[in-house]
C-alpha cells in the first residue's frame, strides 16, 4: 500500500536505526535485511566482514534472507554466492549446488566448488579448483586462499567424529604461501600460520611444538593478547586430564581469563564453543 519512494525511506530509516546496534550480530542482521531490501553495495562488506561472526549465531537467519533474496533476484550472482556460502557452512550441499548453478564468474563458482569438493570428499576435484584459483590470483590473494584452503581442511570435519586431519595436505598448503614484503601484512599473515600450526600440534598431542609457537607469538606481541590467550585456553583445553594438564578449576579460570580479553562477542563465543564441546566430550566418556 506504500509508494516506492515510501518503502525505500522506511528501509533506510531502519538501516541508520540498526546500524547503531550492529556490534549485536543479531541487530547486524536486521542491517544488513535493510541492505539488502535496498540493493545497497553494502551487503557485500557486512558479509566480508562479519560471515563468520553472523554464521557463529545467525546462520538460519541468513539462510532464509539469502533464499527470499535469490527467489526475488535470480539473475543477481553475488547474492547466489553469498547465499552458496552459507549453504556449505551449514553443510546444505543441496542448497550449495543450486546456487553454484546459478553462478557465471569462474572465481566465485571455483571457490564455492572448492569448498564443496572437500565436504563430499573429492580430493582430486577440490586440488583441480584450488590450482585454478591459485593461478589467477595475485600474490596477497594467493597467500589468503592457501590459508583459507588449510582451514577448510581442519574446520570441514564433523566436531563429534573424529575424522583424521590430514596433517601433510595442510603443510603443503602452508608451504605454498610467499609472506608479503609489507610488515603489517607479512605479520597478520604469519600469526594466521601459527594458529594453523598450533591446531596440527594439539591434533598430534605435540604439546611441546603448540608451546613454542605460542611463546613466539608472546614474544612479538605480550602475555595478555587475545590471541595469545586464546591459544593457551585452547591447548589447556586439549590437556585436562593429562599428567600436565591443567585442573578442571584452573581450566575454567584460564578459559575465563580468555574469553574476557577477546575484542568481539564472536570471538568470545568461538572459545566458549570450544569449551562447551569438550565439556560435552568429556561427559560422554
Not at 142 to 165: G, K, S, T, Y
Not at 184 to 192: D, G, K, Q, T, W
Amino acid at each position: 500500500m506504500l509508494f516506492r519512494s515510501q518503502l525505500r525511506q522506511l528501509h533506510e530509516d531502519a538501516l541508520a536505526h540498526w546500524a547503531q546496534h550492529a556490534e549485536h550480530p543479531a541487530y547486524a542482521v536486521l542491517k544488513l535485511y535493510h541492505a539488502m531490501a535496498l540493493e545497497s553495495e553494502e551487503v557485500d562488506s557486512l558479509m566480508d566482514g562479519h560471515f563468520d561472526r553472523f554464521m557463529a549465531s545467525e546462520s538460519s537467519a541468513l539462510a532464509v534472507l539469502f533464499d527470499r533474496a535469490t527467489q526475488e533476484r535470480p539473475d543477481e550472482e553475488r547474492l547466489h554466492y553469498w547465499a552458496g556460502r552459507v549453504a556449505l557452512q551449514r553443510h546444505e550441499l543441496d542448497h550449495a549446488r543450486h546456487h553454484i548453478a546459478h553462478i557465471q564468474s569462474e572465481a566465485m563458482k571455483d571457490e564455492l566448488g572448492h569448498q564443496l569438493a572437500l565436504l563430499v570428499g573429492d580430493e582430486d576435484e577440490a586440488q583441480r579448483l584450488l590450482d585454478r584459483q591459485l593461478k589467477q590470483a595475485a600474490s596477497l590473494e594467493r597467500a589468503r586462499l592457501l590459508l583459507r584452503a588449510a582451514v577448510q581442511r581442519i574446520d570441514d570435519r564433523l566436531f563429534d567424529e573424529e575424522q583424521p586431519v590430514d596433517v601433510a595436505a595442510i603443510h603443503a598448503l602452508l608451504d605454498a604461501v610467499t609472506l608479503p614484503e609489507e610488515a603489517a601484512l607479512r605479520s597478520s599473515i604469519m600469526v594466521s600460520m601459527s594458529m594453523i600450526q598450533h591446531t596440527i600440534a594439539l591434533t598430534e598431542d605435540d604439546e611441546g611444538r603448540a608451546a613454542d609457537l605460542v611463546e613466539g607469538l608472546e614474544a612479538i606481541s605480550s602475555p595478555t593478547d587475545p590471541v595469545v590467550l586464546a591459544l593457551r585456553a585452547k591447548a589447556s583445553i586439549h590437556a585436562l586430564g593429562s599428567s600436565s594438564g591443567p585442573s578442571s578449576q584452573d581450566l575454567e579460570t584460564i578459559v575465563q581469563q580468555a574469553m574476557d580479553a577477546q575484542p568481539t562477542p564472536f570471538h568470545r563465543a568461538v572459545i566458549g564453543l570450544t569449551y562447551a564441546e569438550h565439556l560435552v566430550n568429556t561427559s560422554q566418556n
